[in-house]
């Protein structure tokens, strides 16, 4: 009888670890054990506790009662690591058995659990946060067939690791869809106002710190109240669904299209170059209109109007952007609905220019309209007499139909930007060489053609390849070749420049600096960089017989350049002072209208083919 209680009791201990019950119990039955006692008392004390054994049985009972009730499953890992309780949802939710469990230790569930999970080193991780008792983490554990399972880990000094579970996947996406509500429109889920908010004021921040450019579209359908009132508020509804639809079909991926309300629309252009992008994307928003909706059956044809909006011209802040681009539509309406309206008009015109200069551009290059003018290059030595031609620079025509000529400063920019500069500067550079054949043929074998590279072009990859594949195609050798870069390109990739300029230099090809003095004049570069000429800019020319800085300007850049072993060439000379003044501070080398305006190839070479 003493072996049987004290046995239950034990039992009971091992289940339920209450510390006060376990000693009362445990100080009950040694007392039992040691004392002297009568059958009565014995028998009184049975009857005690088996009082208590019953009331025991009901805890336990209880305990189970709300384990297997519950919505959580529930494990519980004792510190010798063996499973003390389990309930059946545990069992179910990890796809385990009961029988299994049984004779599992802590270290094989943990080991079931964690090869379900998604990312099964997070349970690693947990576990360690909850080494210490009387510590608890929360964490959520998406598992690999999809379910979102929430665990609460906690070490407890009696109990040892009790972790408890619960399947969130509905509560998730029930939390999900009330997002989604809270933010898109119900008609045609697109993000409503505030998220289209959010998504402005984000990529606002974003641009900050960049000196991109963003746009802001408004919106609205020319008669859709018309449409409404006669068709009714079904065919409305089902016509806003179809534009939107089409507007973000024809979008970017990246652009946000929203719906404000009614019939209005918003759309977020981000990563624009310049304002022709934005011209594009207005005039592929009209033109998805064009194509008529089919509603109830009927083919109904509807306009837009858009008022576009420019960060930062106009406006820093999503409220600006938003109101200037609403205020823009309007005037988009007066002017006659079914057309795009920007917030700043000189911009519009500027960009409808451009653009129209991209398409003039786009055929100018397949159309071969493109012609080399060539300006000559002089060698100043002492008096007059001794100027000989070095030989000339290539600068390109664009001869238009409708517009006759169109300068190289005004095109150059634009084919730098939409990348035509590079078949075109490829264009340049075999026609260039071919034109140097020409003239070695005629006797000058030692001319030097100067070819201005663009920065975009000289980013390319294989350039050095094209460069040498120009000069042998045509026949010329190295030394008929310089090439203008100027400072800005080489500061793109200062590393990468000066690799290929040196591979070119070695070959023999001069490399001349453009425009010196008017970037960043960096003497540290220059020093660096293998370069082989300068050419004064212009505009120090320009003025300096007049002007003292201008004179001190130029006189430096000579006596710097020879420093560094180079020569130096002043560009725009148009007066014999010019001249006179750069020989005496022994200038090299001399180009300009004085001596020569840049003309076809044939005039050009004129008046040196009788010397
Ligand atoms: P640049 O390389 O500085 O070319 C010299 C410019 O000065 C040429 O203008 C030339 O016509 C002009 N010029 C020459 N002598 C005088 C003068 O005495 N007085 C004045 N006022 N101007 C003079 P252009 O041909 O309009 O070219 C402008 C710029 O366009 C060039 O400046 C060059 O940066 C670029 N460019 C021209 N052709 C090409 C080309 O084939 N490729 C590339 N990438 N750029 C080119
Ligand atoms: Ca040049
Ligand atoms: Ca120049």
């Not at 000066?498 to 001349?512: A, D, K, M, Q, T």
Request: overall charge negative.
């Amino acid at each position: 009888m003493h072996h049987r209680l004290s046995e239950k009791v034990s039992h009971y201990l091992s289940d339920v670890k209450t510390d006060e019950l376990a000693d009362f119990l445990s100080a009950l039955s040694h007392d039992y054990q040691s004392s002297e006692t009568t059958d009565q008392e014995a028998e009184k004390r049975i009857t005690q506790l088996e009082g208590i054994e019953k009331e025991l049985k009901q805890t336990v009972s209880l305990i189970s009662a709300t384990l297997e009730t519950s919505q959580e499953g529930v494990l519980v890992i004792g510190d010798d690591n063996q499973p003390v309780v389990s309930n059946d949802n545990f069992i179910n939710m990890w796809n385990l058995n009961r029988e299994w469990i049984n004779n599992s230790s802590g270290r094989d569930i943990y080991e079931i659990v964690r090869v379900q999970l998604k990312q099964p080193s997070l349970l690693l991780e947990h576990l360690r946060e909850v080494d210490a008792p009387s510590s608890a983490t929360l964490k959520e554990y998406l598992l690999k067939d999809g379910r979102i399972i929430e665990s609460y880990i906690s070490h407890h000094v009696d109990a040892g690791v009790v972790w408890r579970f619960r399947d969130i996947t509905e509560a998730k996406k029930q939390e999900e869809i009330i997002r989604f509500q809270a933010h898109h429109d119900a008609l045609t889920n697109l993000p409503n106002r505030t998220l289209f908010g959010d998504r402005l004021s984000h990529a606002l921040r974003k641009i900050l710190r960049t000196d991109g450019k963003l746009s802001v579209f408004y919106l609205d359908l020319d008669g859709f109240k018309t449409i409404n009132d006669s068709l009714g508020h079904m065919v409305g509804d089902e016509l806003l669904v179809q534009v939107a639809k089409r507007l973000s079909d024809v979008l970017r991926d990246d652009d946000t299209v929203g719906r404000m309300g009614g019939d209005e629309f918003t759309v977020l252009l981000e990563d624009i170059e310049g304002h022709a992008d934005v011209v594009r994307l207005a005039e592929r928003v009209i033109d998805v209109f064009r194509a008529p909706f089919v509603l109830d059956g009927q083919e109904l044809y509807i306009t837009t109007s858009i008022g576009v909006s420019v960060y930062p011209g106009d406006g820093q802040t999503e409220e600006l952007l938003l109101r200037n681009a609403d205020i823009a539509m309007y005037k988009a309406k007066d002017q006659g609905r079914n057309n795009y309206h920007f917030f700043t008009s000189s911009l519009e015109r500027l960009a409808k220019h451009r653009l129209s200069l991209e398409t003039m551009l786009r055929n100018a290059v397949k159309n071969e309209e493109f012609e080399l003018y060539y300006q000559p290059v002089l060698t100043l030595g002492d008096g007059i007499e001794a100027i000989s031609l070095n030989g000339f620079e290539a600068l390109l025509r664009w001869e238009t139909k409708s517009q006759g000529f169109i300068g190289p400063d005004t095109f150059i920019p634009v084919a730098e930007s939409t990348g035509m500069i590079l078949p075109l500067g490829e264009w340049v550079l075999k026609a260039a060489c071919k034109q140097a054949r020409v003239w070695v043929d005629m006797g000058f074998p030692d001319i030097k053609i100067a070819i201005n590279l663009s920065a975009k072009q000289f980013q390319q990859t294989n350039i050095f390849e094209m460069i040498i594949a120009a000069i042998r195609n045509a026949g010329i050798g190295f030394h008929n070749v310089a090439l203008e870069i100027t400072e800005s390109m080489v500061m793109q990739n200062v590393h990468g420049s000066i690799e290929i300029l040196s591979r070119l230099r070695e070959r023999g090809i001069s490399i001349s600096m453009d425009d010196f003095g008017t970037g960043y004049s960096s003497l540290n570069y220059l020093k660096t960089l293998p370069i082989d000429i300068l050419k004064i800019d212009r505009t120090f020319v320009k003025d300096v017989t007049e002007s003292k800085d201008d004179r001190a300007i130029a006189s430096s850049i000579i006596t710097l350049g020879h420093n560094l072993d180079m020569r130096i060439v002043a560009e725009g000379v148009e007066t014999p002072e010019q001249r006179d003044f750069l020989s005496s501070q022994g200038c090299d080398m001399v180009q300009g209208y004085y001596f020569g305006k840049p003309l076809p190839a044939k005039e050009a070479i004129a008046p040196y083919t009788n010397l």
